[in-house]
């Protein structure tokens, strides 16, 4: 290597300079993330960066130059950050700023803190900064995206670069990064230093990134047939019946459904989801959350029409605090699922993950070892608060790696966009961004359809917005789901009615007896479900007994997180017989299926109060507060007793 020219003995004579063209190279390099189509910027950045470092003799303000050029880079890559935090600690603004620096800082230092020890320990080897520069780059990449299980790979800035996207999908993301990186950092070395020689490498290299073949264009054919569900809330999930005769696969966002199976890894042991999805012959790829049972997991679930799972798989690359503890913060977390994230649904083999797994590179690439031929992506993206830049970004890394792996993507989502993209990384679909809840489909024919198949809601929830998890499963589009809080009559007739929500017997979702029985007088419904524990106590049943003698289901006991289970025929069209008759709990217990009638109630409530303690004792289901069961027709009854005559409960 030639030696390095005569440097000026006024060190500060460089410092401003070196300084500004830094701060320049992260100001470049961080605006392909606002427009893919100034991709020449990303190398001009590099360029300077580079140039910075073999210019600057004095350690410490390389590494300043280092740092202010990288933070410049992550706060324009990410301005998506402050936008995320409101989403997730809504009107607390002074956390909103922590969680926002708190972020963009710890994104920052996997790549950024290396390039800085690079500047501080390779110093006095600056003819070398286009050898150590790309090496570091790559791996704090590869650090960034285990530790925060986020990719913010410089090679997204390259996608609507041909040449480099087929670079990619022929050497791969690190031997084509690496690649780049070199080109640009030699040019801005050879620049700082007159290393004319440099050229000779860079233009071998550029020659070797020119030689990879175009991108095979590949087939469309594999996502015919596929829905891709986009939710603008939990509350308002798509019927897929009347367009389940185009469709073999509905792949719905994560979160989706509120039931948390007690599956485990494998074929789902004959267990069923609280409400079938839908549809005739479609099969469904769902996320739910298991009970911490055998520990919490975030499980993706293949489940046929009529809600049997028949395969399952936990979540692998989990999020930090959220789904796993991260830097001392953080509960517990979720248990990193094992198997390989492929299933066989049909003919297809499906790469299935879970919201941001997709990132994880080695993840992807071990399904598609097992022979995955599609990525189908559940997101969840309430996290992205309505930011086009968070939206964009999530859509760029979706197509590098679809580019990467040569497989099209499928990608479903909760308050987000639903996308469909082939293995040359072409958006063939997108949902609008304020689009209402759909089902978003490709076919290489019909090109793209956004399906909003009316919905035919025949059961009316209410629910508290204290306890919304409390809310069940329905079947998708055959339930409207209501707050109570500022609820007020009239409101549109309903043939069902089911209140879901906390109750000690004599409260129902914070609501009084006779508050209860007058919301739901408003639907003037014919069967009334009272969805939460102790529901079939005296006080509630005897405000709801009515003169039109309203058909009223509701557990005697206490009941299990997830409430009740319905079937198929509690949502048709048959008598009110039959749909009470679709109704159990998990596991069955015996119900109050009945027609509430003052004067047994009455009758039922003085023979409580007459009886000794000795004949109530056994008849105790709840200590606090006191409730005793006694037999009416319908099903058994709860009745409030005096605990003094009854004496304390048993001892544990």
Known sequence: MPPLPPQSSDRSSTTAPTLTVAILGGLLLGLPAWSLQTWPLAWLGIGASAWALAKEPVWHRAMLGVLAGGVVTRVLWLAWSLPMARAMIP????????????????????VVGLLCVGAAALHRLRGTVCIWLPALWVVGERLQAQWTSVATDWLYTQLEFPPIMEALRTFGLVPATLACLFVAAAVGQAWALRQKWL???VGVVLVALAAAPPLPPGSADELAGIGAVHLRSETALP??????SDLDLVVWPEASFAAEPTVQEGSGAGLRLDAAPGGQRAQHLVGVRTPPRYGRQNMALLVEPDGLISQARAKIALFPLFERPFLGFGGPGLVPGERVPLFQVGERQVITLICGEFLDRELVARGVAAGGKLLAVMARDRYQGDSTQADRHTLIMLRLR???FGVP???????????FVSATGAVLARSAADANSGVLTYHPDRGAQDRRPPRDPVVTVLYSKATPKLRP??????????????????????????????SDGTLVAGLAPEALA???????PELVVLDACYGAAQPILDALATPTKRLVVAVPANLAARGLRYGRAFYGDGPVAERAAAIQTWPPSPLYVGRPDRAALAAATSWVERASGDTLRPLVRSWVPTLVAKPLPGGDVLFPADWRKIGHPPSP
């Open 91 to 110: 009107d607390d603004p002074g956390m909103q700023a922590i969680v926002t620096v708190g972020f963009v800082a710890i994104e920052t230092v996997p």
């Open 199 to 201: 050229l000779i490498p």
């Open 239 to 244: 019927t897929v019946d009347a367009i389940d």
């Open 402 to 404: 679809a580019i990467e």
């Open 409 to 419: 993507a499928v990608y479903a989502s909760l308050e987000g966009r639903a996308s």
């Open 473 to 502: 499963d329905c079947m998708p589009g055959r339930c409207t789901f209501l707050p109570i809080e500022g609820l007020t009559c009239p409101q549109a007739p309903t043939r069902t009615v089911v209140v879901s929500g906390h």
């Open 518 to 524: 007058k919301l739901v007088s408003c639907f003037k």
